[in-house]
Nanobody, 127 residues
Framework: QLQLVESGGGLVQPGGSLRLSCAAS????????IGWFRQAPGKEREGISC????????NYADSVKGRFTISRDNAKNTVYLQMNSLKPEDTAVYYC????????????????????WGQGTQVTVSS
């Protein structure tokens, strides 16, 4: 069964860290670029990071650049999002998504590019 499952969310204090995981099953991640998105209540979904098939190329939204790091372990069929220096405005449901990437050396942040999404994991940053 085709699945993308996010985990690692939770409640953290401002300045804290979390590592999100996006585990794929039913398919191999090798052929896919992966993106992380988030959606806060009352706000539009925001693309925050993506990683190319090979992992050599990563992109970040300005809102998370320098604080978040995306990585992938194709052997484990998993993509990670390390989130440091978390702020209350990072509170949202975080989703991972995939698209088949014919170009190994790029990834796209537009949500319209992605064809399959996980169910999301809640991240709450609060004191």
């Amino acid at each position: 069964q085709l699945q993308l499952v996010e985990s690692g969310g939770g409640l953290v204090q401002p300045g804290g860290s979390l590592r999100l995981s996006c585990a794929a099953s039913g398919f191999t991640l090798d052929y896919y670029a992966i993106g992380w998105f988030r959606q806060a209540p009352g706000k539009e979904r925001e693309g925050i990071s993506c990683i190319s098939r090979s992992g050599a190329i990563t992109n970040y939204a300005d809102s998370v650049k320098g604080r978040f790091t995306i990585s992938r372990d194709n052997a484990k069929n998993t993509v990670y999002l390390q989130m440091n220096s978390l702020k209350p405005e990072d509170t949202a449901v975080y989703y991972c998504a995939r698209y088949i990437a014919t170009n190994q050396a790029m990834c796209l942040m537009s949500s319209y590019t992605y064809d399959y999404w996980g169910q999301g994991t809640q991240v709450t940053v609060s004191s």
